[in-house]
């Protein structure tokens, strides 16, 4: 089993900044990735952000040029910088931990943008 816990969301106007923080505990040797998702009121959860444990990234679209995944394997924490953020990514975000047959999820952080 895996534990993960987000922090580090709230309320920021356009154009700033937030960091999310990530924790992960339990059977962390069997992580294979770490990611971000996002989920709007009335839209379906998306991947914002991952990355795997060789610490190779992705991100979606939308994002790119904005955020930044990064991972301390000593602290076992993922992170996501935020910057330049919009009113379009205010989202409940979810931290994800993927081992070889199962996903587990934090129970997720408010981010609101203002305009």
């Known amino acids: 089993q895996v534990q993960v816990v987000e922090s580090g969301g709230g309320l920021v106007q356009a154009g700033g900044s937030l960091r999310l923080s990530c924790a992960a505990s339990?059977?962390?040797?069997?992580?294979?990735?770490m990611a971000w998702y996002r989920q709007a009121p009335g839209k379906q959860r998306e991947l914002v952000a991952a990355?795997?444990?060789?610490?190779?990234?992705n991100y979606a679209d939308s994002v790119k040029g904005r955020f930044t995944i990064s991972r301390d394997n000593v602290k076992i924490m993922v992170y996501l910088q935020m910057n330049s953020l919009r009113p379009e990514d205010t989202a409940v975000y979810y931290c994800?931990?993927?081992?070889?047959?199962?996903?587990?999820w934090g129970q997720g952080t408010q981010v609101t943008v203002s305009s």
């Open positions: 994800n931990a993927r081992t070889w047959n199962a996903d587990y």
């Open positions: 339990g059977s962390i040797s069997r992580i294979n990735a």
């Open positions: 990355i795997t444990s060789d610490g190779t990234t």
